[in-house]
């Protein structure tokens, strides 16, 4: 939400702020303004994820991971966050003089500088990449893991490379095109071309693997061969048919890829059609990134830039390989002899049911009789799953409904709801626009559709993000909700590997809510009147602010008053701006949030009552929780503290009515966050990240493990026990 939407006194406040600023111009997004500048502050996250990659404490293989993650986090920075930066400036320049006009200190030159850092900043990250690979690469070599990239080296190895491309990769490629540099506009989204002197290039399928294992078994030995690298080697002599052929140069383009797609006025039948029609442009998006690897020259690179009308900026070399992405999943690919080596991989961790929940027979049973916390992946993602197994089994279900924004196509939930719906209604509410996951959301939907589930889609320009399971089932003769509400995606992947909270429930009211909630849904119209959910964008962006500002009025009569949030991101500035005027008040406020945060903490006068955390750590921390300890609330949410969860999502944050989770909650879960002292960061006043370190004879505290341990003693001496 841009600054001038906000209304005067707003904005007065916020000039007033402006004398508390640190000495950090390079990182703010406007001048003088207290927000660190959202795009700057999310590549200092990936600073973060790559600290992960060179911790020589993580096992190898987490290592490579971590580097991976980074590499497709920049992928898809590049492809929906970019966008921002390349608005011509003339496209600003009625923004730029409304900003002038009401705050007097709006410098073009700055908004071309802050574009000029942002790219400046991620040269030197894809710097620190390379060097990261190479030191991968080589610790590596010492557990009999050999990255080949020298392949003609070795006779041996060279065999082994060339019977892996002659039968997975050259088969699968079309025969070699004319080159012009005009041809490189035909190139699509994140695909590799192969450039020869000769005249000729490839353009390389997108599905084959950028990475190729071969294990020796009996030497319990793994090598592992770039998609490049195989690339580089084979076709050169297939293209110049000589032993010294010159090697060819290899370019990776990233285009735009955020769509949007508004589903205002369309009839549900031609939503499909929409959605699939708009994800094909995104081949088509403009050109924004070019990665090159081999020796190409100032002409060469210029005419490149000139034909997709990129700047030099957006041109850089592939930090070692155009295929560092594809590494992420190396670890799954060696023998499970090589796994078991402490050193490469952490132990495999085996999440279990709760105790209570394990009995598919008596589940609701189970949870008419109190609430059920699940933390994932400590908790098994099975506990779900038995849930929505016993409804479709239960014949005193008569209902289940359920949104889904990201999902594996092969749950098993989605065949047990298709078996269901020969008996009972069964309805989803799938949401076609979950970014990357469009056609698999569109081929689950025509599945379940082909077997009587009745299924829906989202709300005009509303994503719909909310995570909420509904199970109706009659009990002396009236219906009783079953309430499953997630700050996680309903996938048995991603459940393994991100940490996320659920709650299991069958409150009276909070079943009325979820059942108000779909009833708009089927509707298509935005849900009202919930007596315990809070929603977005009518109501969370408000009610937030206003427990803000009760845990202010609190702090001046002199009553505790505490603020906690865990959230993925933190950039609305009108929270934040509420936030540094709790500080001001004296209420003590902890943040941890893994991703982009605009909020500058510790300083004086401004915001020194405020700490901001972000843990990194083997699993992608993904709950949302927000503790108003004055006023006694707990909320989880799959909402992040931005503009377009607030307002262009349909969101829900449910409340912790179980007194004994609250307890957990309270005095367990948010202080073993806080206490991390091993994958902890804290952000400093200056706008940079330090990390923390344990006091002097205090025991060194990493949540994770913690979280793990408890999950796997089933919470005993908790009050969860």
């Known amino acids: 939400m841009e600054l001038a939407n906000y209304d005067p006194q707003f904005q007065r406040a916020r000039m007033l702020q ?46 490579v991971k971590f580097l991976a993650i980074t590499s497709s986090n920049l992928d898809e920075f590049f492809m929906i966050r970019f966008r921002s930066l390349l608005r011509p400036l003339s496209s600003h320049l009625k923004k730029i003089a409304q900003r002038i006009v009401e705050t007097g200190n709006f410098d073009v030159r700055y908004w071309i500088g802050m574009r000029s850092s942002i790219m400046e900043a991620v040269a030197k990250f894809v710097a620190k990449q390379n060097e990261t690979l190479e030191v991968l690469i080589s610790e590596l070599e010492d557990t009999a893991i050999h990255v080949v990239q020298d392949i003609e080296r070795d006779p041996r190895l060279f065999s082994i490379a060339e019977k892996l491309f002659n039968e997975q990769i050259q088969i699968k490629l079309k025969a070699p095109q004319a080159f012009s540099f005009r041809a490189l506009q035909g190139l699509k989204n994140l695909q590799i071309g192969v450039i020869f002197s000769t005249g000729f290039w490839y353009k390389i399928p997108r599905h084959l693997p950028p990475v190729y294992c071969h294990c020796d078994e009996t030497k319990r030995e793994a090598y592992i061969f770039l998609l490049d690298d195989l690339l580089a080697t084979f076709l050169s002599r297939t293209v110049v048919a000589t032993e010294q052929a010159s090697r060819p140069i290899l370019i990776r383009l990233t285009r735009n890829a955020d769509i949007r797609v508004d589903l205002n006025g369309e009839d ?5 059609d929409l959605v699939r029609s708009k994800v094909t442009f995104r081949e088509k998006g403009r050109p924004v990134r070019l ?26 070399p592939a930090p070692g390989t155009l295929c560092l992405h594809g590494m992420v999943a190396l670890s799954s690919q060696l023998p499970e002899t090589l796994r078991e080596n402490s050193r490469l991989c952490y132990s495999k961790m085996t999440p279990q049911i709760p105790k209570s929940l394990r009995d598919q027979a008596d589940i609701f ?4 009789e109190s609430d059920y916390l699940l933390h994932h ?15 479709c089994s239960d014949p005193g279900v008569t209902t289940i409904e359920q949104t889904v924004y990201r999902v594996d196509h092969l749950s098993p939930v989605i065949e047990e709801l298709k078996q269901a719906a020969k008996k009972k209604k069964i309805r989803i509410f799938i949401e076609l626009r979950a970014r990357f996951d469009e056609l698999n959301n569109l081929r689950i939907a025509e599945d379940l559709k082909k077997e009587g589930v009745f299924v829906g889609f989202g709300l ?51 079943g009325e809510d979820a059942r108000i909630f779909f009833d708009a849904l089927m509707k298509r119209k935005l849900p009202s009147s919930f007596k315990q959910l809070l929603l977005a964008p009518t109501q969370m962006h408000r009610r937030l602010l206003s427990y803000i500002e009760d845990e202010i009025m609190a702090a001046r009569k002199g009553r505790k008053a505490r603020i906690f949030a865990k959230v993925n991101a933190l950039v609305d500035p009108h929270v934040i701006d509420t936030l540094y005027r709790a500080s001001q008040a004296g209420v003590v406020i902890d943040l941890v949030v893994r991703g982009a945060c605009s909020l500058i903490p510790g300083v004086s006068g401004l915001s020194e009552n405020i700490r901001v955390f972000s843990i990194v750590d083997r699993f992608l921390e993904h709950s949302r929780i927000y503790h108003f300890a004055n006023a006694k609330k707990i909320h989880l949410s799959s909402a992040d503290w931005m503009p377009r969860n607030f307002f262009s999502r349909l969101e829900v944050a449910f409340p ?3 007194d004994r989770i609250y307890r957990y909650l309270e005095e367990i879960l948010i202080p073993t966050y806080l206490q991390d002292t091993v994958k902890s960061r804290e952000l400093t006043p200056q706008g940079t990240w330090k990390k923390r370190v344990s006091k002097s004879g205090k025991k060194s505290i990493r949540s994770q493990f913690i979280f793990e341990q408890l999950a796997s003693t089933d919470y005993a001496q908790t009050v969860l026990a």
């Open 268 to 272: 549900t039948e031609s939503i499909p």
């Open 656 to 658: 912790i009515l179980d």
């Open 460 to 510: 005009s320009h509303l994503k719909l993000h909310a995570k909420v399971a509904l199970v109706t089932r009659r009990e002396n003769n009236r219906n009783r909700f079953y309430t499953h509400l997630s700050t996680g995606n309903y996938n048995a992947s991603t459940a393994r590997q991100y940490t996320y909270f659920a709650i299991l429930t069958s409150h009276r009211e909070i």
């Open 18 to 63: 402006t004398r508390f600023l640190p000495t950090l111009p390079s990182l703010l997004s406007e001048p003088r303004t207290p927000l660190i500048h959202r795009d700057l502050s999310w590549l200092q996250f990936n600073e973060r994820v790559l600290s992960e990659a060179q911790a020589t404490s993580n096992p190898i293989l987490e290592r």
């Open 291 to 316: 990665q090159y690897r081999g020796k190409l020259s100032p002409v060469f690179l210029d005419r490149c830039a000139s034909a997709l009308k990129l700047e030099p900026s957006q041109i850089f």
């Open 365 to 368: 049973e189970k949870v008419s």
């Open 377 to 391: 992946p400590y908790d098994s993602f099975d506990a779900y799953v038995q849930f929505i197994k016993a409804a």
